[in-house]
């Protein structure tokens, strides 16, 4: 279930730490000139997933620093994930956090941008190839980036529930990569949460 962020810490500092498990995820985006209905630009590609427990994640797992790299283990984790081992550098490293929950877990935090023809062959490899599909990830899932009339599209899609600290990975890196106006990013998440609050409080 979804969590507080948890504390920020510097990779160095990460990786020093004994006794700690590590998992690595990334976002993965392209650019597009698609419209929705024709009309609505959809402007950017961002990848999550449908996780077997029925929450929104991000591609990734557990990996190993004493025997492999953070990025090099990231790509053996997309490989099972994605079918796709897709190359990952310490240039596309965003951040490393403590883990709120479970204890003495690190999460790090990758953001990568391809071309949208890279995303597409990502999405069917992840049907065709990957060894997790169906099991440990339902599927591939895109984020509507835009807000339509009747608060459908981003605000409904932050409504959600996400693993752990994703949700607010997303709305960092959605922010950080200037990928949704900072306004409409802001007035999504806050219909998201009143849409939280009112399922909630409905009783059927």
């Known amino acids: 279930m979804e969590e507080m962020e948890g504390q920020e810490i510097s990779?160095?500092?990460?990786?020093s730490r004994v006794g700690y498990k590590h998992a690595c995820h990334i976002l993965l985006y392209a650019d597009t000139r698609a419209k929705l209905f024709g009309k609505?630009?959809?402007k950017h590609i961002v990848?999550?997933?449908m996780r077997f427990d029925g929450l929104l994640g991000f591609p990734g797992g557990l990996v190993k620093p004493s025997e492999e790299s953070l990025e090099s283990g990231?790509?053996?984790?997309l490989q099972e994930e994605v079918g796709v081992a897709v190359p990952v550098t310490v240039d596309d490293y965003v951040s490393s956090r403590l883990a709120?929950?479970?204890?003495?877990?690190?999460?790090?935090?990758?953001?990568?941008k391809m071309t949208e023809p890279e995303l597409v062959e990502i999405e069917k490899a992840a049907v065709a190839n990957a060894v997790d599909h169906g099991l440990e990830v339902l599927g591939m899932v895109r984020v509507p980036l835009y807000t339509?009339?009747?608060?459908?599209?981003l605000p409904w899609f932050l409504s959600h529930s996400f693993i752990s600290n994703s949700r607010a990975q997303l709305l960092g890196a959605l922010q950080r990569l200037g990928l949704v106006p900072q306004g409409a990013l802001d007035e999504a998440a806050k219909q998201a949460e009143h849409m939280r609050h009112a399922r909630k409080a409905d009783p059927h």
């Open 11 to 15: 990779r160095e500092e990460a990786l």
């Open 40 to 42: 609505i630009p959809i």
């Open 47 to 49: 990848l999550m997933q």
């Open 74 to 77: 990231l790509s053996r984790e």
């Open 100 to 112: 709120p929950s479970p204890p003495q877990l690190i999460t790090h935090f990758y953001t990568k």
């Open 148 to 153: 339509l009339r009747n608060g459908g599209g």
